[in-house]
């Protein structure tokens, strides 16, 4: 049995950790961030000093992506400070981290599956800040793993899946931009293979630290996932009645921030290394709106 920390433990990947690590029978340290505050060196320093742990797992985050167009130094404390100082005091206690990033950190004009090795250039405050955080976990010298994810979805908090359910239900017609492409993934999914990850690192032998795309398979359009997302909603009796879904452009919907136009990641890296079979996001709907 090992001891874990899990930093964000409230949001939905960490709600997720929560569960599949006391399955797997490992002593969990879950902490929101009103129990640690991953912006503050001083208080990591203490929790590490007074806790002897096996492994961190960050999925603390500022996810607000348009919030962030304005409160960008919020934002940079936490995508990038935090695991700044989380990484700098794992390196101290000899202790390995893992971390999840984002697609929003590739270049937004590569129009194909984005590789590990693609350039990083990212138009928003939000991947810059997820950029930042990644470049300060490298400088560390500690060892992790980064999982660059996508389009995250799940049973615990606010998502796109349930964004649409939930204006179904008062609505005949929704407007879904459909000049983004991605892969959704669903968190209960990312969190068991993250624990399958750490499984591996804890067992002592493991060497292949570094970065890694991670995201179900399946790219879709975001209006296309939206269309999937209702005929689900009304196949499961969630949704008793037809809503159309009209393609609109990035532009005419207005969001403060850029975001990526194709987020497609090739995820072979993290296949042949771990050798696990990611998941299919359809999967994971109903439990979604059902969550």
């Given at each position: 049995?090992?001891?874990?920390l899990?930093?964000?433990?409230?949001g939905?990947?960490?709600r997720?950790?929560?569960?599949?690590?006391?399955?797997?029978?490992?002593?969990?340290?879950?902490?929101?961030?009103?129990?640690?505050?991953?912006?503050?060196?001083?208080s990591?320093?203490?929790?590490?000093?007074s806790?002897?742990?096996?492994?961190v797992?960050?999925?603390?985050?500022?996810?607000?992506?348009?919030?962030a167009?304005?409160?960008?130094?919020?934002?940079?404390?936490?995508?990038?400070?935090?695991p700044?100082?989380?990484?700098?005091?794992?390196?101290?206690?000899?202790?390995?981290?893992?971390?999840?990033?984002?697609?929003?950190?590739?270049?937004?004009?590569?129009?194909?599956?984005?590789?590990?090795n693609?350039?990083?250039?990212?138009?928003?405050?939000?991947?810059?800040?997820?950029?930042?955080?990644?470049?300060?976990?490298?400088?560390?010298?500690?060892?992790?793993?980064?999982?660059?994810?996508?389009?995250?979805?799940?049973?615990?908090?606010k998502?796109?899946?349930?964004?649409?359910?939930?204006?179904?239900?008062?609505?005949?017609?929704?407007?879904?931009v459909?000049d983004?492409?991605?892969?959704?993934?669903?968190?209960?999914?990312?969190?068991?293979?993250?624990?399958?990850?750490?499984?591996?690192?804890?067992?002592?032998?493991f060497k292949?630290?570094?970065?890694?795309?991670?995201?179900?398979?399946g790219?879709?359009?975001?209006?296309?996932?939206?269309?999937?997302?209702?005929?689900k909603?009304?196949q499961?009796?969630l949704?008793?009645?037809?809503?159309?879904?009209?393609?609109?452009?990035?532009?005419?919907?207005?969001?403060?921030?850029?975001?990526?136009?194709d987020?497609?990641?090739?995820?072979?890296?993290?296949e042949?290394?771990?050798?696990?079979?990611?998941?299919?996001?359809?999967?994971?709907?109903?439990?979604?709106?059902?969550?």
């Amino acid at each position: 049995m090992a001891t874990v920390l899990v930093t964000g433990a409230n949001g939905q990947v960490g709600r997720e950790l929560q569960e599949e690590l006391l399955t797997l029978g490992h002593k969990v340290v879950a902490l929101g961030h009103k129990d640690l505050d991953i912006t503050d060196e001083n208080s990591i320093a203490s929790l590490f000093e007074s806790l002897k742990l096996d492994l961190v797992v960050n999925s603390a985050a500022y996810t607000a992506v348009d919030k962030a167009e304005d409160e960008e130094q919020f934002a940079y404390a936490v995508n990038a400070l935090g695991p700044k100082y989380l990484a700098k005091t794992c390196k101290s206690y000899n202790i390995p981290l893992i971390h999840i990033s984002t697609d929003y950190v590739y270049d937004t004009k590569i129009d194909r599956e984005h590789n590990e090795n693609d350039s990083l250039n990212t138009n928003c405050a939000y991947g810059k800040t997820k950029l930042f955080g990644e470049r300060f976990i490298k400088e560390s010298g500690c060892d992790y793993v980064i999982l660059r994810a996508s389009w995250i979805f799940g049973r615990f908090g606010k998502n796109f899946v349930k964004a649409m359910v939930n204006l179904s239900q008062t609505r005949d017609t929704l407007n879904v931009v459909s000049d983004e492409v991605g892969n959704p993934t669903p968190a209960r999914a990312l969190a068991h293979d993250i624990c399958q990850i750490g499984n591996k690192i804890l067992e002592g032998n493991f060497k292949d630290f570094g970065i890694y795309n991670y995201c179900a398979q399946g790219p879709i359009a975001r209006n296309e996932f939206a269309k999937v997302i209702l005929a689900k909603a009304q196949q499961v009796g969630l949704l008793d009645h037809d809503v159309t879904v009209n393609a609109i452009t990035q532009e005419q919907f207005g969001a403060k921030a850029q975001r990526p136009k194709d987020a497609r990641m090739n995820t072979s890296k993290f296949e042949r290394t771990f050798n696990i079979k990611l998941p299919l996001w359809q999967d994971y709907l109903e439990e979604t709106m059902r969550g």
